[in-house]
């Protein structure tokens, strides 16, 4: 089994910055990608980022330009940069692995931490 954690979320107003962190513990040497997902109120969870350890990154179209993913393979941790952040960036974010290469798709991922909450006020 894998265990993910998230952290760094909080309260940022519009335009400002956040770094979310996330560790992987346990049997990490399975993992080959990880991914942000975000979910807000009343709404389904969407991708947001992934990343695998051959270099690979991909992002959704709403956060191009201001969000940047980043791993440390040697740590099993992922990083998502966040900057300009709007509104409609407050969600709840998730961290994401898979024994695969880096993933769109939610239900390809094998682990998931709890979430960290991103509020972006106006």
């Known amino acids: 089994q894998v265990q993910m954690v998230e952290s760094g979320g909080g309260l940022v107003q519009a335009g400002g910055s956040l770094r979310l962190s996330c560790a992987a513990s346990?049997?990490?040497?399975?993992?080959?990608?990880m991914g942000w997902f975000r979910q807000a109120p009343g709404k389904e969870r969407e991708f947001v980022a992934a990343f695998s350890w051959s270099g690979n990154t991909y992002y959704a179209d709403s956060v191009k330009g201001r969000f940047t993913i980043s791993g440390d393979n040697a740590k099993k941790m992922v990083f998502l940069s966040m900057s300009r952040l709007t509104p409609e960036d407050t969600a709840v974010y998730y961290c994401a692995s898979r024994s695969g290469g880096a993933s769109l798709f939610s239900a390809s991922y094998e682990y998931w931490g709890q979430g960290t909450q991103v509020t972006v006020s106006s």
């Open positions: 346990g049997r990490t040497f399975s993992i080959y990608a």
